[in-house]
């Protein structure tokens, strides 16, 4: 008989999700066990989740824009002439940096 499924297990799920809706499946798994006693793996909660659809989206939640990453970005932006010298125009012609005949 399989016990891994129960309708209490369901319900205790719910209930989790419904607090927390960011938890993780190993933090589900360790609570389940905690109140349960039950070694439900990752794969079979992950099922159980999907089958009630209150599974997360796929891939890394995305991160709001903080101040620090625009100035980092300002940054970038101001040193980029330390890439692009200033300089004689024939040496930046495709001859390769020779500069031109005469």
Not at 56 to 77: H, K, W, Y
Request: glycine fraction near 8%; hydrophobic fraction near 35%; aromatic fraction near 6%.
């Amino acid at each position: 008989m399989a016990t891994k499924g129960t309708a209490e297990v369901k319900a205790f799920l719910k209930k989790a999700k419904g607090q927390h809706p960011q938890a993780t499946g190993a933090e589900l798994c360790v609570q389940v066990w905690e109140s349960f006693e039950i070694d439900l793996s990752l794969s079979r909660l992950n099922e159980l989740l999907h089958a009630e659809g209150l599974s997360n989206a796929p891939g890394r939640p995305q991160q709001a824009a903080t101040l620090e990453m625009s100035s980092a970005t300002e940054r970038e932006i101001d040193n980029a002439e330390a890439f692009f010298p200033f300089g004689r125009i024939d040496r930046t012609r495709s001859t390769g940096g020779r500069a031109k005949r005469r």
